[in-house]
């Protein structure tokens, strides 16, 4: 799916509206860095690079070894979320084709373990090659949330289960 149709998608998705209707949504890039385990390459590991400033803001809690993502845009369109692999060691790494089941959702703060969907954040096209998930996250109201990315590679279907958080409701 092309980012033109991701965008026209948006502006139709909810009760008819057109584009110019709508609130500019940010844009947010979010690099998913997939690395492989020395010696054994399909056991691999998935983050983010530490971001603690602007409005999104990605880490990981040292308590539970559990990344995080913050969204906060002070009340604008929400956010067009793209969700870019990064796999400099050749994984073959790809988001699955159909949005749906590249990403599970739900409105709670544990990562979903089964084919779920949240209205808040939309998995709504794989584009890149399959490197590229792009979510639109209403980011309204203020909520904690949980999400599995998931993936094909090489080795096997894989997932990588961060907990989200909207802060501007």
């Known amino acids: 799916m092309s980012f033109r ?5 948006l ?5 008819g509206q057109t584009v110019p209707n709508l609130k500019k949504p940010e844009i947010a890039n979010i690099e998913v860095v997939v690395t492989p385990e020395t010696g054994n390459p399909s056991n691999m590991k998935f983050s983010f690079p530490t971001k603690l400033n602007g409005k ?15 969204f906060e845009n002070q009340g604008a369109g929400g956010f067009l979320v793209l969700f870019n692999i990064e796999d400099d060691n050749g994984t073959g790494c790809r988001f699955h084709d159909d949005p749906a089941e590249a990403m599970y959702c739900h409105g709670l703060p544990s990562c979903p373990t089964g084919p779920s969907r949240w209205e808040q954040f939309v998995p709504v096209g794989v584009i890149n090659d399959g490197r590229t998930l ?5 980011n309204n109201p ?3 949330f949980g999400f599995t990315l998931r ?12 907990i989200g958080e909207d802060a501007n409701g």
């Open 142 to 144: 203020a909520h904690d």
């Open 56 to 70: 999104v803001k990605h880490w990981k809690e040292n308590s539970d070894d559990t990344w995080h993502v913050r």
């Open 151 to 162: 993936f094909t590679t090489d080795f096997g279907p894989r997932e990588f289960d961060p």
């Open 5 to 9: 149709r991701i965008l026209k998608w």
């Open 134 to 138: 792009v979510v639109f996250n209403r």
């Open 11 to 15: 502006g139709t998705m909810f009760g």
